[in-house]
């Protein structure tokens, strides 16, 4: 079965840091680009992150470039996102989407991340 | 800032057909912007529909469809029926990145 999986995330301070996890399985991970996404409280969908599949390429969200950082282990079948200098408006479920072609098809179920003193 | 554009609420009868509609501050969506679409119900993870401007996901309904309408991206849902209600959103791809659009409420009513 095709699964992804997000952990890591939790309660942090503003000016924290947390680091995601994505573990992948059913399907060749070093195959796909993959993505960031994330969802405040109530709000839409925004993309946050992406990179390719032997990490020579990675960009990001103007949002939270600077301070997050994506990177995968495709020996280990994930996908990383280094959150620093977190704020209160990074409060959100992230999520992580697995791209090719740009097609975007598989989401894991999310992780709740809370940056509240 | 590149933003998108969707309508923040359509309301639709059952059985009817609507269409939602994704619009780039940038000028035209065209085929090279890769317009992807998902569906979201409360509560849960979205779902991918649409890939590539047209292309369907194997479990993807057979009443939703999607093309390129004049210079926006739009998906089509023909034979509405009561769990199409949900909060749908496009993906648009600027060379590098992805932007989502702020997404349509939809209602069947």
């Known amino acids: 079965e095709v699964q992804l999986v997000e952990s890591g995330g939790g309660l942090v301070k503003p000016g924290g840091s947390l680091r995601l996890s994505c573990a992948a399985s059913?399907?060749?991970?070093?195959?796909?680009?993959m993505n960031w996404v994330r969802q405040a409280p109530g709000k839409g969908l925004e993309w946050v992150s992406i990179?390719?599949?032997?990490?020579?390429?990675?960009r990001y969200a103007d949002s939270v470039k600077g301070r997050f950082t994506i990177s995968r282990d495709n020996a280990k079948n994930s996908l990383y996102l280094q959150m620093d200098g977190l704020r209160a408006d990074d409060t959100a479920v992230y999520y992580c989407g697995r791209d090719k072609d740009w097609n975007i098809d598989i989401w894991g179920q999310g992780t709740l991340v809370t940056v509240s003193s | 800032q590149t933003v998108v554009t969707q309508e923040p609420s359509l309301t639709v009868s059952p059985g009817g057909t609507v269409t939602l509609t994704c619009t780039s501050s940038?000028?035209?969506?065209?085929?090279?912007?890769?317009p992807n679409w998902f569906q979201q119900k409360p509560g849960q993870t979205p779902r991918a529909l649409i890939y590539?401007?047209?292309n369907k996901h194997s479990w993807t309904p057979a009443r939703f469809s999607a093309s390129l309408l004049g210079d926006k991206a739009a998906l089509t849902l023909s034979g509405v029926q009561p769990e199409d209600e949900a909060d749908y959103y496009c993906l648009v791809y600027y060379g590098g990145h992805w932007v989502f659009g702020g997404g349509t409420k939809l209602t069947v009513l």
């Open positions: 940038t000028g035209a969506v065209t085929g090279g912007f890769h």
């Open positions: 590539n401007t047209n």
């Open positions: 059913g399907f060749t991970f070093s195959s796909y680009v």
């Open positions: 990179i390719n599949f032997d990490s020579t390429y990675m």
